[in-house]
């Protein structure tokens, strides 16, 4: 990934949001992220470089990625379709492959922008925020590049924009203090209180994520702090895991969280990455299920949004 404070890899960006921050928003998407949990929605953010996505119910077949792919990552199987080699196409700078399909059976997940480029970019949806909108900078997790990050979020505090963060939380602190300068709503995810459990789903311990998110509780004068549980059927739904949130959250003086339901909207790109999804089957919770666990959070005097129902 080439990246510093003037050029950014973002993977998507998206206009009219209403459920990532107060008012009408343009949700900006970053690549990169060290967390590799198994139920992403956006499993194409979690790599840092760019990648190639291949959709095979609109491929004709006409091989020309195979034979313009520099690095020899993609070939034809027996059956005849397409098949590619991941860790050679990662490799490849170029991505030719994508200009020579014709179907657009290929696409490219990651666009470089620099900062001038993406606050031209973003200007086009502001008069469609209304009172209150702006921007949210998420992922993959755009703590992975805090340094352009931070140093947009300033450019849109001196434009007048209302900023707002979705974090997994997993950052040094440090890079937090930079970001968090000109950010005026933190999201930020409690995926598992138990650090074992958390590792299995994520990849990663979950102690440097409760210490951001102590010390976000710290700062709340200067920005609104919204912890949000993405609640995964299986992994972290049970009760004991929600009392254990609720009480943390309690312990760092918090007052709301917001819970995510599971949900499958992102499956079919773990298709176009050649990826396996792991919750191909696994249904959605029920209300009554949700509104068991809201208690855990009331019982500790916590605000607790579900879903769409949330704090702006």
């Excluded at 195979?66 to 990662?90: K, L, M, W, Y």
């Excluded at 710290?218 to 920005?223: A, I, K, L």
């Excluded at 609104?224 to 009480?247: C, E, H, K, S, Y």
Aim: with cysteine; net charge neutral.
């Amino acid at each position: 990934m080439k990246t510093n404070e003037d050029v950014a890899l973002i993977f998507d960006i998206q206009g009219f949001s209403v459920h990532d921050g107060p008012g009408g928003r343009t949700l900006i998407f970053f690549k990169g992220c060290p967390l590799s949990c198994t139920w992403c929605s956006n499993p194409e953010g979690e790599c840092r470089n760019r990648e190639v996505m291949f959709r095979e119910d609109s491929c004709q077949r006409c091989y020309n990625c195979v034979e313009q792919c520099p690095e020899q990552a993609i070939s034809i199987t027996q059956d005849g379709a397409i098949a590619f080699d991941r860790a050679r196409c990662q490799q490849c700078e170029s991505l030719r492959c994508v200009e020579y399909c014709y179907d657009s059976a290929l696409g490219i997940a990651g666009k470089y922008y620099t900062q001038q480029a993406l606050m031209r970019k973003i200007e086009r949806d502001r008069r469609f925020w209304g009172s209150g909108g702006g921007i949210t900078l998420g992922g993959g997790e755009m703590m992975s590049q805090y340094k352009f990050a931070a140093r947009f979020l300033e450019q849109c505090h001196r434009n007048y924009i209302h900023t707002a963060i979705e974090t997994s939380g997993y950052a040094s602190w440090s890079h937090y203090q930079e970001v968090l300068k000109h950010t005026d709503w933190v999201f930020v995810d409690i995926k598992h209180m138990d650090d074992a459990r958390h590792r299995e789903g994520t990849g990663v311990s979950n102690a440097l994520i409760l210490e951001n998110i102590v010390k976000m509780a710290q700062h709340r004068d200067t920005f609104r702090l919204i912890p949000r549980v993405p609640v995964i059927p299986g992994f972290n739904d049970d009760d004991q895991n929600m009392q254990a949130t609720a009480r943390f959250l309690q312990q760092a003086g918090l007052t709301e969280v917001n819970l995510l339901p599971f949900h499958r909207l992102g499956a079919s790109k773990y298709t176009q990455l050649s990826r396996q999804y792991d919750f191909a089957h696994t249904g959605s919770l029920t209300q009554n299920a949700l509104l068991a666990m809201k208690a855990h959070f009331e019982a500790q005097a916590i605000r607790c949004y579900v879903g769409s129902d949330t704090p702006f």
